[in-house]
């Protein structure tokens, strides 16, 4: 049937949508997911952009309960973190560093105050599994082992909660009551603490407690000791035992003038300790210069505000009632101090060594198929488990990195390989994002806004108590914080492929379910790729 | 006591922003945007005039709640569009001669206002030589008639459906066909062309106003802001051509950008021949960014390169930065 046309017109009117203009294309734009380098580089194994997503619109618990899966400690975190993430951040190279650490306290803290919990498992696998040791390591393994259905006993040598994070951290990094909060929701969710429960050894206990499998994470607490010699009166301590008994009634007796001999974190933390007991001084004695110094910037740069004195390139070389005999060093062309023989006296009440820790054993004497190495357990780095089957080992007592971040990922690690191990089955291994790296950025598209600075308690006060010293951010500035994030790599749905596309050939599929390319008329001209502000779409060539 | 801090992560940066309320949200960032130029048009692959046409007459359609006529000059966006028997074009659409687009559009107005259809809008369309040549004589008509239509000029410096021949629009230095990079002055000549946004604004029309297809959000608050006002309005976009230009198809709102972010395309506002407010320029940059990746300028630079090109056009960014006061203050 044909209608009545006009003159010279012999078609009927068509639409465009008819020509797929899609056979042009030799390339083709592909949505992609990017690894953020915060998240390649959180030791813990955070999608912190992930939860930085749920952050920006406001929804904390959504943001919280994402950042969870991988921590269950946001708040001890938030405190305690080195933060290595804020190095890697892309924003970093625009103005500042988006503050991670600050976000994350403020969803801990949200979520102490609002009283959100975890939620228990909807089934129970019926296995059970021992962990040795309530640290940051053996409660975050407690977690992820419950959360996975898992029947968990955790037995802990000391009277409380939290290992080192209790006896080795200091109240102003981190108070008691938000340890004790994050500590008591994991075991909300039914693991079992035993407190004061020393494990005398592990095969013992495990055979005693029909235990299907082990984590190991007792920490390093015993304090390594130099040969210093001393007069019987000299007064020499360890800075393990220093920090421990902060914790009891008796605080220790430093006297007025404290010499603390070390350059780690922890010669810090006791030196700042002392300043709190009311030492006038507090001089540490470091071989090396601080460039060289393992402890990190930030805390010495607190620690020199607060008063602390440090005596660079120094070594202790005898102790005296009331007095230390400190010889000079020099760094040799390999960096390594070496002596000088100019010798000083330095008048101290007493000395406290902060010179490392090791592990205590013990518990896996006559265990088959163990390894120790370096005064610690040797482990398969991609599991760890140990020599022996179905007993695994993380935190301090293995061979990495000891801090709090570290160990709480070893915990996830661990409870995700001994799953496997309780099924049979091979540890599932997620093949990792390529790196976002920072030329994918497209940095334009962000609003310009520098780092929102917490807080800091006034030096003054800070000093004389054991108030923390970091304040928290408020909604606001948090709110402000994470809406700083760039979303390496991910699309945060910005519109801009939607909108850029001369084509309309970008199917916008509703907020929470990202873009399609509609490839009949993508042309593959790649605008969107270039004007993508966090890289998220990637050119491909089409095959012939 | 401190404002509390507003910050939206990209603000109004990106086409979407899922973090501001749904009525600050734009037209392009809408499930339910008209699409006014649908898929299956012929542009080239990156095409700035295909992209400025949706942005703008989407956001008319917005304006006017669908009540829109389009008349269309020849040119680039008439051919691409419009293939016999299919078209593109998801509203009332006239295409007019070359020349005469204005002329049209004047005519729908006129038609509108004897059937008593004041809620029908009219705006009349055409490239940079439909605009700034051969229609130029209707557009100044209708503008000293004050006639009820909004005219957009989509213009990427040159007569491309034809072949890249110069246009009053085509800046000076760049290589078309007519204007080769060979001789002593390479490129089209410093000293000629003109500039219709300024002339529309001597006309003392209601509105008048430049806009880039970088800036989605500025381009559609400035239709928004013409579809409330009676009487001729201009609106100027800058629209990148990859194949006129010579440049690449991905870098289309790039160079955009940099020509308002270089000063050397102002983006400004006007009100009965005066200018009403100012896009800042942001980060400024030197005018050789925007020049290099576009090879209608490449006999500006390297070894028998003629630096005292580049030096002009600097100036002449310069000048349109004083001129337009198109630094903030603090820079």
């Not at chain 1, 102790?319 to 002596?339: S, Y």
């Given at each position: 049937?044909?209608m009545?046309?006009?003159f010279?017109i012999?078609l009927?009117p ?6 797929k203009t899609g ?5 083709r734009?592909?949505?992609v997911?990017?690894l953020?380098p ?7 194994g ?5 939860w930085?997503f749920?952050?920006?619109?406001g ?7 994402h950042l969870?899966?991988d ?15 804020e190095?890697?951040?892309?924003r970093?190279k625009?103005?500042?560093?988006v ?13 102490l105050?609002r009283g959100w919990q ?9 296995k059970?599994?021992l962990v040795?040791g309530?640290?940051?390591s053996?409660?975050?393994a407690a977690?992820h082992?419950r959360?996975?259905?898992?029947r968990v006993t955790?037995k802990?040598?000391?009277?409380l909660?939290g290992?080192m994070?209790?006896f080795g ?8 009551d ?12 039914g ?8 494990v005398?050894?592990i095969?013992?206990?495990?055979h005693?407690g029909?235990?299907?499998a ?10 390594k ?5 001393a007069k019987d009166?000299s007064?020499?301590l360890?800075a393990v035992a220093v ?5 009891g009634?008796e605080?220790?007796?430093?006297g007025?003038?404290?010499?603390v001999y070390?350059?780690?974190?922890t010669a810090?933390?006791?030196?700042r300790?002392a300043k709190?007991l ?5 001089i540490i ?9 393992p402890?990190?910037?930030f805390e010495v ?5 607060e008063g ?5 390139l120094s ?5 005296d009632?009331?007095a230390?005999?400190?010889e000079k060093m020099v760094?040799d062309?390999?960096?390594n101090?070496?002596?000088t023989?100019?010798?000083e006296?330095?008048?101290a009440d ?8 090791d592990v205590?054993l013990?518990l896996l ?17 991609a599991?760890l488990m140990t020599?022996h ?6 935190g301090?007592m293995?061979?990495?990195?000891r801090n ?11 409870a995700r390989n001994?799953?496997a191990?309780l099924?049979g ?5 997620s093949?990792k994002h390529?790196l976002?790296?920072f ?8 609003s310009d806004?520098?780092?929102?600075v917490?807080?800091q308690?006034?030096?003054?006060r800070r000093?004389?108590s ?16 994470a ?7 991910n ?5 801009n492929c ?5 084509d ?5 599929l ?5 873009f399609q390319?509609?490839?009949?008329y ?7 790729a270039a004007e993508?502000?966090c890289?998220?779409i990637e050119?491909v060539?089409?095959t012939v | 006591m401190?404002?509390p801090?507003k910050?939206y992560?990209?603000g109004?940066f ?5 973090l501001?309320?749904?009525?600050q ?8 945007r ?11 692959q990156?095409?700035g005039?295909?992209?400025g046409?949706r942005y ?6 917005r304006?006017?709640k ?6 269309n000059a020849?040119?680039?966006l008439e051919v691409?569009?419009t293939p016999y028997p299919?078209?593109?074009w998801?509203l009332?659409?006239i295409?007019?001669?070359f020349g005469?687009a204005a002329?049209?559009?004047t005519g ?5 206002k004897?059937?008593g259809?004041?809620?029908v809008?009219?705006?009349a369309?055409?490239g940079?030589?439909?605009?700034t ?7 100044s008509?209708m503008f000293?008639r ?5 005219y957009i000029?989509?213009?990427n410096?040159?007569y ?8 009053s ?6 290589r078309?066909?007519?204007t080769m990079?060979?001789?002593a002055?390479?490129?089209a000549l410093?000293g000629?062309?003109?500039n219709?946004?300024?002339i ?6 209601p ?5 880039t297809?970088?800036d989605?959000r500025?381009?559609?608050a400035k239709?928004?802001r013409?579809?409330?006002i009676?009487?001729a309005r201009?609106l ?9 230009w ?12 940099l020509?308002?972010?270089?000063g050397l395309f102002p983006v ?6 005066e ?7 942001r980060r400024r940059v ?5 020049l290099?990746?576009?090879?209608r300028?490449?006999h500006?630079?390297g070894a028998?390169?003629h630096?005292?090109?580049?030096e002009?056009?600097?100036a002449?960014a ?9 630094l903030?203050?603090?820079?």
């Amino acid at each position: 049937m044909t209608m009545q046309k006009p003159f010279a017109i012999t078609l009927d009117p068509g639409s465009s949508l008819a020509n797929k203009t899609g056979t042009w294309r030799t390339e083709r734009p592909v949505y992609v997911d990017r690894l953020p380098p915060c998240n390649a580089q959180c030791p813990a194994g955070e999608d912190i952009q992930g939860w930085l997503f749920h952050a920006e619109s406001g929804d904390y618990e959504s943001a919280w309960r994402h950042l969870t899966r991988d921590n269950p400690f946001p708040a001890i975190m938030g405190r305690v973190c080195y933060h290595s993430c804020e190095g890697a951040c892309n924003r970093g190279k625009i103005d500042a560093a988006v503050g991670i650490n600050s976000v994350e306290r403020f969803l801990g803290d949200e979520a102490l105050k609002r009283g959100w919990q975890f939620k228990v498992p909807e089934k129970e696998s019926g296995k059970h599994v021992l962990v040795v040791g309530a640290g940051p390591s053996g409660m975050s393994a407690a977690y992820h082992l419950r959360r996975m259905g898992h029947r968990v006993t955790v037995k802990e040598a000391g009277p409380l909660l939290g290992g080192m994070m209790r006896f080795g951290i200091p109240k102003y990094r981190l108070p008691r009551d938000v340890l004790e909060a994050e500590m008591q929701r994991v075991i909300a969710m039914g693991v079992k603490v035993e407190l004061n429960a020393r494990v005398a050894n592990i095969v013992d206990s495990m055979h005693e407690g029909a235990f299907d499998a082990a984590f190991l994470a007792v920490g390093a607490h015993i304090a390594k000791r130099a040969f210093i010699p001393a007069k019987d009166s000299s007064r020499i301590l360890d800075a393990v035992a220093v920090l421990r008994s902060m914790e009891g009634e008796e605080k220790p007796m430093l006297g007025r003038r404290v010499v603390v001999y070390g350059g780690g974190n922890t010669a810090i933390d006791v030196a700042r300790t002392a300043k709190r007991l009311g030492a006038t001084e507090a001089i540490i004695v470091y071989r090396r210069t601080r460039e060289r110094m393992p402890a990190h910037d930030f805390e010495v740069e607190e620690a020199l505000e607060e008063g602390v004195m440090v005596k660079w390139l120094s070594t202790i070389r005898q102790a005296d009632e009331g007095a230390l005999t400190i010889e000079k060093m020099v760094l040799d062309e390999k960096g390594n101090p070496q002596p000088t023989g100019e010798l000083e006296t330095l008048a101290a009440d007493s000395l406290v060594l902060a010179l490392g820790q090791d592990v205590d054993l013990s518990l896996l004497e006559g265990v088959p198929g163990l390894e120790i190495k370096d005064g610690v357990v040797q482990v398969d780095p991609a599991t760890l488990m140990t020599g022996h089957p179905g007993l695994f080992a993380g935190g301090d007592m293995v061979p990495a990195e000891r801090n709090v971040t570290v160990a709480v990922g070893h915990g996830k690690k661990a409870a995700r390989n001994i799953d496997a191990w309780l099924r049979g089955v091979a540890p599932a291994i997620s093949a990792k994002h390529a790196l976002a790296t920072f030329e994918r950025i497209n940095s334009w598209y962000y609003s310009d806004a520098p780092k929102t600075v917490r807080p800091q308690l006034e030096i003054a006060r800070r000093t004389s108590s054991f108030d923390e010293v970091q304040g928290g951010l408020t909604e606001d500035n948090a709110l402000f914080e994470a809406r700083r994030c760039l979303s390496c790599g991910n699309c945060f749905e910005c519109d801009n492929c939607y909108g850029v596309c001369p084509d309309n050939a970008v199917i916008k599929l509703g907020a929470g379910n990202r873009f399609q390319f509609n490839y009949d008329y993508c042309k593959g001209c790649g605008v969107c790729a270039a004007e993508c502000p966090c890289g998220a779409i990637e050119m491909v060539p089409e095959t012939v | 006591m401190t404002a509390p801090i507003k910050f939206y992560q990209t603000g109004t940066f990106t086409v979407g922003n899922r973090l501001l309320a749904p009525e600050q949200r734009s037209v392009q960032s809408s499930l339910e945007r008209s699409n006014s130029l649908n898929s299956g048009h012929r542009a080239c692959q990156g095409c700035g005039e295909a992209l400025g046409a949706r942005y703008a007459v989407d956001a008319a359609m917005r304006a006017t709640k669908g009540r829109l006529i389009a008349a269309n000059a020849t040119g680039c966006l008439e051919v691409f569009s419009t293939p016999y028997p299919e078209t593109s074009w998801q509203l009332p659409w006239i295409h007019s001669l070359f020349g005469n687009a204005a002329a049209v559009g004047t005519g729908i107005a006129a038609a509108m206002k004897v059937k008593g259809r004041s809620d029908v809008r009219v705006i009349a369309q055409g490239g940079d030589g439909g605009t700034t040549d051969i229609g130029f004589g209707c557009l100044s008509g209708m503008f000293e008639r004050n006639d009820d239509v909004l005219y957009i000029c989509y213009d990427n410096e040159a007569y491309m459906n034809t072949g890249v021949q110069r246009s009053s629009a085509t800046p000076p230095a760049a290589r078309t066909a007519t204007t080769m990079a060979v001789g002593a002055d390479p490129g089209a000549l410093f000293g000629q062309g003109k500039n219709v946004p300024l002339i529309a604004m001597a006309h003392e029309i209601p509105y008048v106003a430049t806009a880039t297809v970088a800036d989605l959000r500025d381009l559609e608050a400035k239709v928004e802001r013409a579809m409330t006002i009676r009487g001729a309005r201009y609106l100027h976009i800058l629209v990148p051509c990859p194949l006129g230009w010579g440049a690449a198809s991905q870098d289309t709102i790039k160079l955009a950008r940099l020509a308002r972010e270089t000063g050397l395309f102002p983006v400004f506002e006007a009100e009965k021949g005066e200018v009403t407010t100012v896009t800042k320029i942001r980060r400024r940059v030197p005018v050789e960014e925007y020049l290099r990746p576009q090879k209608r300028f490449s006999h500006i630079f390297g070894a028998k390169g003629h630096p005292q090109m580049l030096e002009r056009i600097q100036a002449q960014a310069d000048r349109n930065i004083r001129r337009f006061g198109l630094l903030e203050d603090a820079q």
